[in-house]
């Protein structure tokens, strides 16, 4: 997935800090609490999803800072979300999670199960003041 940055807005208030901080974590594997426990221990605010399809009508530009989605059950899906996304808001974050070779259309992708490599990459994503686009994490 694309990275962007946010547009070079430095708003240092609290609603603009808890704005950048919200992530739609798509995901219905048995880590996902451990996932999302991570995040939220580091100041994250997870909206979680158990299902693309229940994902798509959250998915509306702007809403958060970055989409985390587990590809592994229906990549196929996972894929046709991120394309969605892509069109309506080029800008958002995307981080596709998962354990198996990662489909070529995912652009930026973490391939592991463990949380604490989800952390690092969301880390990288959201710490990069750049557009550049980070290298792909393996564990």
Known sequence: ????????HNTSSPASQTQKR???LIDNDQDRQARSAILKQHG????PALA???ARSRCRPGAFQLIIMNADQNPD???ELCEQIRQSDPKQ???VMTVREPH???RDFVVSSAPERLLERVESLLGASSGANPEPLAA
């Open 1 to 8: 997935m694309e990275t962007v940055s946010g547009g070079g």
């Open 22 to 24: 919200k992530i739609l």
């Open 44 to 47: 994250f605010r997870v909206y």
């Open 52 to 54: 693309i399809e229940q």
């Open 77 to 79: 899906m996972a894929l």
């Open 93 to 95: 974050h995307l981080l």
């Open 104 to 106: 070529p259309g995912f």
